[in-house]
């Protein structure tokens, strides 16, 4: 047995595969890091993305697997770095590795059989599928920046595409390649853009310094600034960054009387949290004309706000890897207010990619984020291309305001 593993045809079997799933992860995960460095290109977009998901459908079965779990590492290296934050930091290598081993699985399924019609079937299953309720690997998501559209039935023409020409023979072999151009966004859904001037602030406040007494006077010192400034350059609204008030805005009577005396001249929209019979929200605070509205947070994110395991594991990991932090309520639904007869939703940071967000007469989003948790790394990259996405899907503008990077108008 020793001696067969060790065969210079396994090993040279072994090697191909490794090689080659690297290059589909890197043709899957490309359109990220054109973006990232600013070189982003329709062309090399569409191509990179058809020549991947071919690959995934007719590679062997090794090289799957060596695919799901490098895609795993190149679009999600960065969420451990957020562990480092609560005390943790030793797990980030650990939790990178892991979401390696979840997406080798994920993207495995398609190893356990041969037909390639069975794999185009599950691959197109795949695009409904969220591992632990993180839904940030849609399958889709490698046209967001390309030629071909972001729904599901342009992903099913594309897949058969793929498929198809395998079970035909010359000269028809080629025909099926006929369905890609009925896969490209012909009819996008209209995105109207609000008649009101919106101030999007970027902050760039390091996370650990974020939350430190010494840290406070200069924040409150930067916001009072910005909304100055917004009012004197004529805006309707000011929006400022997920918790860019880094206290329990409720409890802090002062500074709320204050900020609220402000929005007299000009709409503040503004993160900060809130505590209340007992519980802790993640919330937006909406000031206008001396009065506010607080909008709660509706989803989440897995694993950083809430566990999704069983009650008994949720405890234990609570309380080993998150100081008992990962507690957060929740709003039952989403909250949409008002300003100068414009209506908006809000979504606070992994809301703003979830379909939930924009269920229902939804024009216009602000959302609002901290994407420090995960600096330097292409988080804010990855979350820009998803934004587009539900915003493409849905017909809708986004005002995004953030911490660190991905401060915005999306379309």
């Keep these: ?9 396994i090993k040279k079997a072994l090697s191909y595969d490794f090689l080659f799933g690297l290059v589909i992860s890197l043709l899957f995960s490309a359109f990220i890091y054109l973006e990232h460095y600013g070189y982003s290109l329709k062309f090399l977009n569409t191509l990179f993305a058809l020549s991947a ?13 060596f695919s799901g779990f490098f895609i795993g590492l190149l679009w999600f290296y960065w969420i451990g770095y957020s562990f480092q934050y609560q005390g943790v930091g030793y797990m980030t290598p650990f939790i990178t590795i892991g979401f390696g081993f979840v997406y080798l699985v994920f993207f495995g399924v398609l190893a356990l059989t041969n037909k390639i019609y069975i794999r185009a079937l599950l691959l197109f299953g795949l695009s409904f599928i969220e591992p632990f309720d993180w839904n940030w690997m849609q399958i889709e998501l490698v046209f967001v920046e390309s030629y071909i559209g972001v729904f599901k ?5 594309v897949i058969a595409a793929i498929a198809l020409p395998y079970y035909l023979k010359k000269p028809f072999v080629y025909l099926p390649l006929l369905l890609i151009p009925l896969a490209y966004n012909y009819n996008p859904p209209v995105q109207e853009q609000s008649k009101l001037k919106i101030k999007l602030v970027q902050t760039n406040i390091k996370q650990e310094k974020k939350w430190l007494n010494e840290t406070l006077p200069s924040t409150l010192e930067m916001i009072r600034k910005e909304i100055d400034s917004a009012v004197k350059d004529g805006y309707d609204i000011v929006v400022l960054p997920e918790s860019v008030f880094p206290l329990f805005m409720n409890k802090n009577k002062i500074l709320l009387k204050k900020v609220l005396e402000l929005s007299h001249e000009i709409a503040i929209v503004a993160g900060s949290l809130i505590h209340e019979k007992g519980s802790s929200y993640n919330v ?3 000031m206008q004309n001396g009065e506010y509205q607080i909008a709660k947070k ?3 994110v897995p694993f950083g706000e809430y566990i999704p395991l069983p009650k008994f594991a949720q405890d ?3 309380d080993t890897f998150f100081s008992g932090q990962s507690d957060f309520l929740t709003a039952e639904k989403p909250t949409d207010f008002t300003i100068k007869g414009e209506v908006f939703r809000n979504a606070i ?4 990619t979830c379909q939930e967000i924009y269920e229902g007469d939804v024009k216009f989003v602000i959302a609002t984020s901290n994407n420090a948790w995960f600096a330097p790394s292409i988080e804010p990259t990855l979350q820009n291309l998803l934004m587009r996405y539900y915003a493409r899907k849905n017909g809708v503008t986004i005002y995004h305001s953030a911490n660190y990077k991905g401060t915005g108008i999306v379309r």
Excluded: D, G, V
Excluded at 1 to 9: A, D, G
Excluded at 349 to 352: K, L, N, P, V
């Design 1 to 9: 047995m020793k001696n067969i593993l060790l065969s210079p045809t």
């Design 53 to 65: 998901l071919t690959l995934l459908i007719y590679a062997t079965k090794r090289t799957i697997l």
């Design 153 to 157: 039935y342009q992903l099913a023409l």
């Design 284 to 286: 937006t605070y909406i």
């Design 298 to 300: 509706l989803i989440l």
């Design 316 to 318: 234990y990991i609570n």
């Design 349 to 352: 940071c992994y809301e703003a």
